[in-house]
């Protein structure tokens, strides 16, 4: 069973930053393509970002794009979601998730096999 768990939420203010990490169990980590997803109370779950399997590719939903960067330690089963220059609109549930398909990066959230709990990033103004 491969389990998903997200850490480094919190309360910042806006023109703040985080880190948020997923610690991924099992022993296939390197051949999962990786995804960040939000949520934000009464909206639906939206993609923010994908890492390929090496870490070489990476695809942003444009919301986030040149504030937030995704990387990946395969020696750590670990990806990370690195958020710089929030705002009150990032505030949402984050959740990571990982795609076990042979592919590339990819936006489509039932592309996904695994997801972890999600981790609370309030963003104040």
């Known amino acids: 069973q491969v389990q998903l768990v997200e850490s480094g939420g919190g309360l910042v203010q806006a023109g703040g930053s985080l880190r948020l990490s997923c610690a991924v169990s099992?022993?296939?980590?390197?051949?999962?393509?990786m995804g960040w997803f939000r949520q934000a109370p009464g909206k639906e779950r939206e993609f923010v970002g994908s890492i390929s399997n090496g870490g070489g590719s990476t695809y942003y939903a444009d919301s986030v794009k040149g504030r937030f960067t995704i990387s990946r330690d395969n020696a750590k089963n670990t990806v990370y979601l690195q958020m710089n220059s929030l705002k009150p609109e990032d505030t949402a549930v984050y959740y990571c998730a990982a795609d076990r398909r042979l592919g590339g990066v990819t936006i489509n959230k039932d592309a996904y096999d695994y997801w972890g709990q999600g981790t609370q990033v309030t963003v104040s103004s």
């Open positions: 099992g022993r296939t980590f390197s051949s999962y393509v």
